[in-house]
C-alpha cells in the first residue's frame, strides 16, 4: 500500500519530499560555500589559518580543564584563559583581514548543518519501527503513581491528579518514605492492566521494572524536571497531561531495558565523578557550585576515580567517567538540546568514556573521539570496576551504591509501553549528527 502524507494525499508526500531534498540541497551547497569562502578570500594561504583556530580552541579546553580540576589561582587562570584564547584568535583573524571571511564561513556551516538535520530522513530521529502500527485497546483498570514533589510541582500546577481521574485511572500521590516498586506491585495485584507514572525518570524506571515483569503496558506522564525518556519516545515535555491520550488513542511500542547489576534504567546510568557529585545532598539545590566544589578532588585528588571499562571483550582503563546508556545517544548539540537515542528498540548499549588526566589529555578533547580522551562504542554487555568494593553509580539521576564489577546488560524489548498516536517529538530530530552520505543520498533524488 502506497504511504500518504499527514493530510492522506500523494501530493503532500510528494510535496514533502521535494523540501526534503531541497534542503539536503541547501545543506551541500553551504557546505561548500563554507570551504570556498577562506579560500577565495586567502587563497591556498586559508589552510594555515586553520592551525591557529584549532590552537584557540586547544587552549579554551586547557582552561575549561584548570576551571574543573584545579581550585585558586589555576581556576582563576583557567577561567581567563578559556575566554582570552579565543578572543585571541579572532583578534589575530582581524588584524589580518581573516575574520570577515571566517565568520562568513562559520555561520555557512552552521547553516550546512542545520539544514542537513532538518530535512527528512537526512538526519537520525526518534525509531518508528517498534509497534507504532498497533493500535493499543482502553485498558480496564489503569493505575498511576503520580511524584507530588517532581519537577517543583508539575503534578499540581497541571492538574494531573483530576485529569487522570477523570481519564478512568486509580491515581495514588506517592508519599515520603513509600516504596515505590512495592506500589506498583501491589496495584498489579489488585487487577491493574496498565501502569502509569507522572514523574522523574527515576521513579519511571522503578515501576517499569514492575510493568516488564509481569507485562502490562506503561504509560510515561513526563512530570520531571528532565524527562530524557518522555523525549525519546516523542512526547510533549511541556504538557504532561497529553500523554493521557494514550490510554484512548494510543499505540504500543515495545522499548529494551537496561540493566546495572540487576537495578533498571530507562536513560542510562553513570559512573565516576557525575555519580560522586550527585551525592552530595547539595547538589539537588545548588548544581553549579555544587559541581565546581567537588570535581576537583574527584579529577585530581586522592579520591580521583579510575575506573575500567570491558564493553564485549574490549577493555579500556584510566577512566574518570563511564556513561552506559540504554540505547546509544546520539551528540549533543548544545547544552539547551541534549544528545537523543535515535532508537529505543537497537538491544544494545550506549557507552561514553572519559579520560581527561592532565592538561595535555584535555588539549586533545579538541581531536574529538579519535583523540582518545573521549570514547563513543556500542555494547550488548558492559562491565564497570574501580580500585573499591563498592561504586557508586547515578542511575537515571538517582544515586545508588553497587557491589564492583558492575556488570550492565541490556533486555531487548522488555516493556511496553503505551504513547498516544500523536506525538510532537516524532517529527524532531535527534541529538546527533547529520549523516552527510545521506543527505548527498537525498539530494541527489535517491
Known amino acids: 500500500m502506497r504511504r500518504r502524507d499527514a493530510g492522506g494525499t500523494p501530493g503532500g508526500e510528494r510535496a514533502a519530499g521535494e ?37 584557540g580552541l586547544a587552549l579554551a579546553a586547557v582552561g575549561v580543564w584548570w576551571v574543573l580540576a584545579h581550585t585558586g589561582v589555576l581556576r582563576a587562570l583557567g577561567a581567563a584563559l578559556s575566554v582570552l584564547a579565543p ?9 589580518h583581514g581573516m575574520l570577515g571571511p571566517a565568520l562568513l564561513s562559520l555561520a555557512l556551516w552552521l547553516l550546512a548543518v542545520t539544514a542537513a ?45 483530576d485529569k487522570a481521574r477523570a481519564a478512568g ?31 522523574g525518570d527515576g521513579t519511571q524506571a522503578l515501576v517499569a521494572e514492575v510493568a516488564a515483569r509481569h507485562d502490562v503496558p506503561f504509560v510515561v506522564i513526563p512530570a520531571g524536571t528532565r ?45 565516576g565523578a557525575y555519580a560522586s557529585v550527585v551525592v552530595d545532598p547539595a547538589y539537588r539545590g545548588a548544581k553549579a557550585r555544587t ?41 549533543a548539540v548544545d547544552a539547551a538540546r541534549p544528545g537523543r537515542r535515535e532508537r529505543l528498540d537497537s538491544g544494545l548499549l550506549g557507552v561514553v568514556c572519559v579520560r581527561v588526566g592532565d592538561t595535555v589529555q584535555a588539549a586533545r578533547v579538541v581531536g574529538g573521539p579519535r583523540a582518545g580522551s573521549v570514547v563513543r562504542l556500542s555494547a550488548a554487555e558492559v562491565v564497570v570496576a574501580g580500585g573499591t568494593d563498592t561504586l557508586p553509580v547515578g542511575i537515571d539521576g538517582e544515586h545508588v551504591v553497587l557491589p564492583s564489577p558492575v556488570v550492565c546488560r541490556v533486555a531487548p524489548g522488555a516493556l511496553r509501553v503505551r504513547v498516544p498516536r500523536r506525538r510532537p517529538g516524532l517529527s524532531r530530530t535527534g541529538g546527533a549528527a547529520a549523516d552527510w552520505p545521506r543527505v548527498a543520498r537525498l539530494a541527489l533524488g535517491r
Open 117 to 161: 538535520r532538518t530535512a527528512p530522513g537526512a538526519g537520525p530521529a526518534v525509531s518508528r519501527r517498534s509497534g507504532q502500527r498497533v493500535a493499543a485497546a482502553a485498558p480496564r483498570t489503569p493505575w498511576v503513581l503520580m511524584n507530588p514533589r517532581s519537577g517543583g510541582g508539575k503534578v499540581g500546577r497541571f492538574q494531573l491528579l
Open 87 to 95: 578572543l585571541a584568535v579572532l583578534a589575530l583573524f582581524a588584524a
Open 291 to 331: 559541581t565546581l566544589r567537588t570535581l576537583p578532588g574527584l579529577l585530581t585528588g586522592e579520591g580521583a576515580a579510575r575506573l575500567r571499562m570491558r564493553a564485549d571483550g574490549e577493555e579500556t582503563d584510566g577512566l574518570q567517567a563511564v556513561l552506559v546508556s540504554n540505547n546509544p545517544y546520539g551528540r
Open 19 to 55: 523540501g526534503s531534498a531541497g534542503l539536503a540541497r541547501l545543506a551541500l551547497l553551504a557546505l561548500l560555500a563554507s570551504v570556498l569562502v577562506p579560500l577565495v578570500a586567502a587563497g591556498l594561504r586559508s589552510v594555515l589559518w586553520v592551525p591557529a583556530g584549532v590552537a
Open 227 to 271: 524527562n530524557h525518556f518522555a523525549l525519546d519516545l516523542g512526547l510533549d515535555r511541556d504538557d504532561p497531561a497529553a500523554a493521557l491520550r494514550a490510554l484512548t488513542d494510543g499505540v504500543e511500542l515495545r522499548v529494551d531495558l537496561g540493566y546495572a547489576a540487576g537495578r533498571v534504567f530507562v536513560n542510562n546510568a553513570s559512573f
Open 169 to 199: 485511572c486509580r491515581a495514588v500521590l506517592l508519599q515520603p518514605g513509600q516504596d515505590v516498586a512495592e506500589l506498583a506491585r501491589q496495584a498489579v495485584a489488585e487487577g491493574a492492566d496498565l501502569l502509569a507514572v507522572a514523574g
